[in-house]
């Protein structure tokens, strides 16, 4: 009887072990009301993250020309095998130009961005309200080394540093809507050129 619980100890001790190790989530992503983490085979991996910044009232070709200049848009493929819920193969990963219902006005594109040495994919929709614009990304990746267009899922647990790869995406928005404020600033007339957003 003693072997036995002590059996019973040891294999507790080592399931324990496996389950305590590299693949907890991260504290401050289990804490994060922007990001949205998703359970994988092997731990949870970066789902989506999301943003809100202030409404921006400008043009269709303005929010065009802003994702022009502020995005490396790009198809990508996302490697999902490790996800408990992969995106389907009918699934189109790039959409642009999306309108919905009502007076909202959606946009999406997919793209890559380089922040601090890592190549981050992702698809990114821009949800434009009265309130706020709203950026949401998904489908977010990391190169896999030696591919240019296969992304992996990004681990939430703290090796694999998913609180800098949100802080890529958070860049993304930012850049975006910075050029989108100062479109939206532009008064007609001003520039007899056209108003155009720099890089």
């Known amino acids: 009887m003693m072997t036995k619980t002590w059996m019973g100890v040891g294999v507790l001790t080592l399931m324990t072990g496996c389950v305590s190790g ?6 401050q992503v289990a804490g994060s009301r922007e990001i949205n983490p998703v359970q994988g085979q092997d731990g949870n991996y970066l789902g989506s993250f999301a943003v809100r910044r202030p409404y921006t009232e400008v043009t269709p070709i303005q929010l065009e020309q802003c994702l022009n200049a502020n995005m490396e848009q790009r198809q990508v493929t996302l490697a999902a095998g490790k996800l408990r819920n992969p995106i389907g193969p009918d699934e189109d990963m790039a959409f642009n130009g999306m309108s919905n219902k009502g007076h909202n006005e959606v946009s999406g594109v997919t793209g890559v961005t380089h922040y601090e040495g890592r190549d981050l994919a992702y698809r990114l929709e821009i949800q ?19 591919q240019d267009n296969q992304f992996a899922p990004i681990g939430a647990w703290t090796s694999a540093a998913p609180i800098q790869a949100s802080q890529g995406f958070e860049t993304v928005a930012d850049q975006i809507q910075s050029c989108l404020e100062k479109a939206a600033s532009n008064t007609p007339g001003e520039d007899p050129t056209g108003w155009q957003p720099q890089p």
């Open 128 to 146: 434009r309200l009265p309130e706020a614009n709203y950026y949401y990304f998904d489908r977010l990746g990391e190169a896999s080394p030696g």
């Open 22 to 27: 590299q693949y907890i989530m991260d504290d």
